[in-house]
């Protein structure tokens, strides 16, 4: 029977050598065949390390790793010929052109020439083939990296923070690009991001990643439930500081900004009670409304 997870890890950990604190804790990793799966967290939460792990940059210490149904360390160069990636920085010949940093990979792969006007079309950058790399934008090197991480035909795709340093309009197309390759060309994608908002709209599954532990792993429809478990209270007020001396013996709040004071754990029925208290504190009140949480203040609740 064909494995649920086309990516597979079991109680994945790390520590780099000279640091004086584990990075990864106990990952168990599940993708499922066909998915848009996010791995998301905050800066520095290791993302890339969990990534650099899969494939094979970095040397495992701890744990398991099963990708297509097959262990890692057992069928590792079959394995990594079967997914494209990239990783950190795209590495591209910027004195070459498009075209020709393509052709240097495609010898290695050894296919055939077709394959390169074939990923250029995919990744829509066919206009830019001749043209040095040192002259792209950043968002056209993006695709390029993935049009290299594209040659080989594999069946899932890896992408460190694809939108990292993209302007608005960049993400949009990039998000357009991962749902095509997700959609009509079928590939599995893992991607990471640190901001939630800017992946939730193509993710299918999330992995919710902070200080090295794996704090959320479901769908999309699951993060939404336990979106609508939260809702929250928002408070727009002249004097965030009185607001924040008023609620906080008796509620639990976050002060969002200079405006904005978040309420959590409360029930309509409390509202009323809550208004008069504020009102009888003193506390000038702009806006008051319960809302259910959006995909970045869940990410917070998940990752604070
Ligand atoms: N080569 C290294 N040696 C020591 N510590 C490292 C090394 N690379 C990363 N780290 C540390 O491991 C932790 C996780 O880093 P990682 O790059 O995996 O995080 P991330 O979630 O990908 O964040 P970012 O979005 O900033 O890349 C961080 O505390 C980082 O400082």
Redesign the pocket.
Known sequence: MEEPWIIETRRLSYT?A??SEQ?LFDINLQVPRGSVYCFV?P????????LRLLLGLLRSQAGSIRIFGRDFFADRRKILSQIGSFIEQPSLYEHLTGRQNLEVYRLTYGRERSRIEEVLKITDILDAGNKLVRAYSLGMKQRLSIALALLNDPEVLILD?PTNGLDPQGIVDMRVLIQELSGTYGKTILL?S?LLSEVEKVATHFGV?RGGKLQFQGTKSELMIRRSQNTVLRLETADVQKAMSALQERFETICLDETFVLVKHIAREQVPELTRHLVASGVGIYNIGLVHENFEETFFHLTT
């Open positions: 780099f000279k640091a990075t967290g800066n520095g939460a290791g993302k890339t390390t969990t923070e990471s640190h990643l």
